[in-house]
């Protein structure tokens, strides 16, 4: 039986994979293990992801959209470029502590 692409599942693994990054770091880490800890086998990963470039950039991918959509939030009612720029700052700052 065919496999079916679960576009939630990926971005459950993309999260769990960000969530692994943060508490043990990006050192060296293969898609064996990956695989281990996030309860998936290999064959997983590799049906969503070509290889671990590819995991490695959708994680990233995903906290660049998470900051943007951040960031377009807390500027979506400022005017004046000079009062954006400030709050543009203030909001990189607060989206890193929180993360």
Known sequence: M???FDAARR????EQTLALLRARGVGRVTMSELAVALGV???T???YFRD???LLLAAVEEVYRGYATHIAARLAAIDHP???LG????ATVAYQRER
């Open 87 to 90: 709050e543009l700052a203030r």
């Open 52 to 54: 671990l470039s590819g």
């Open 45 to 47: 990963l590799y049906f």
């Open 11 to 14: 971005s459950a693994l993309v």
């Open 2 to 4: 065919a496999r079916h």
């Open 82 to 84: 000079i009062e954006a």
């Open 41 to 43: 086998k290999r064959p």
